[in-house]
């Protein structure tokens, strides 16, 4: 995602987003079980994480990975942004750093922050920061296509768990996110910021 000039995107404010990790996120997942009539062994039953988990999760006492919220928003059929609350704007969609929101921390050591707040758009952009050597549990897949920009350090992307890649700040790459893809923080002294931007309905 750009324009005709270089996008600089600045650190979020300290605490801008962090009312609680993914408690938002979790809130949303929570509303959707009861208005279904689910219990949380149902849901587990059906995705495969524990019911004492999925209770963490909902009550924003605990972060999910990417890989079990893709299985969580497969399973109701709705898109992440579904999980977020509806804000549209007939304006120019802008985001300040310090109105960055924390959508979920998917591994420790790695906060992505939602880059957008009208949710009836056609791409999700997100704001990943990974500190010194923090890695994804585990590799993402869902629909669409995926696009990732190195803002600041060094990524290393693995891609259908054979194809490395080291990219550097300035450096980008897009695939098939139906693909098996895992980033990782390639450095232990120093952190990562990218830009990844998700087609419609990523999750």
Same mark, same amino acid.
């Given at each position: 995602m750009g324009a005709n000039e270089p996008m600089a995107v600045t650190d979020p404010?300290?605490?801008?987003?962090?009312?609680?990790?993914g408690s938002s996120v979790g809130e949303a997942l929570?509303?959707?079980?009861?208005?279904?009539?689910?219990?949380l062994a149902e849901v587990a039953k059906a995705t495969g994480i524990s019911p004492s988990f999925l209770s963490?999760?909902?009550? $924003?006492?605990?972060?999910?990975? +990417?890989?079990?919220?893709?299985?969580?928003?497969? =399973?109701?059929?709705? *898109?992440?942004?579904?999980?977020?609350?509806?804000?549209?704007?007939?304006?120019?969609?802008?985001i300040r750093a310090s109105e960055q929101k924390l959508l979920h921390s998917p591994a420790e050591g790695i906060d992505a922050?939602?880059?957008i707040s009208d949710v009836d758009r056609d791409m999700l952009p997100m704001l990943l920061v990974f500190e010194p050597g923090a890695t994804l549990a585990e590799p993402g897949r869902h629909q669409g296509e995926e696009f990732v920009h190195v803002l600041? $350090?060094?990524?290393?992307?693995? +891609?259908?768990g054979?194809?490395?890649?080291?990219? =550097?700040?300035?450096? *980008?790459a897009h695939y098939s996110a139906e693909r098996p893809h895992l980033f990782s923080n390639?450095?232990?002294?120093?952190?990562?910021?990218?830009?990844?931007?998700?087609?419609?309905?990523?999750?």
């Amino acid at each position: 995602m750009g324009a005709n000039e270089p996008m600089a995107v600045t650190d979020p404010a300290p605490g801008a987003a962090h009312q609680g990790p993914g408690s938002s996120v979790g809130e949303a997942l929570r509303a959707l079980r009861q208005e279904r009539g689910l219990s949380l062994a149902e849901v587990a039953k059906a995705t495969g994480i524990s019911p004492s988990f999925l209770s963490l999760v909902e009550t $924003g006492k605990n972060d999910i990975t +990417v890989g079990r919220l893709t299985r969580l928003v497969q =399973f109701y059929d709705v *898109s992440v942004l579904d999980l977020l609350p509806d804000e549209r704007h007939e304006e120019p969609d802008v985001i300040r750093a310090s109105e960055q929101k924390l959508l979920h921390s998917p591994a420790e050591g790695i906060d992505a922050y939602l880059m957008i707040s009208d949710v009836d758009r056609d791409m999700l952009p997100m704001l990943l920061v990974f500190e010194p050597g923090a890695t994804l549990a585990e590799p993402g897949r869902h629909q669409g296509e995926e696009f990732v920009h190195v803002l600041e $350090g060094v990524l290393r992307l693995e +891609v259908n768990g054979q194809h490395v890649r080291t990219l =550097f700040p300035g450096d *980008s790459a897009h695939y098939s996110a139906e693909r098996p893809h895992l980033f990782s923080n390639a450095r232990t002294d120093s952190r990562l910021r990218i830009l990844c931007v998700d087609s419609a309905s990523p999750l």
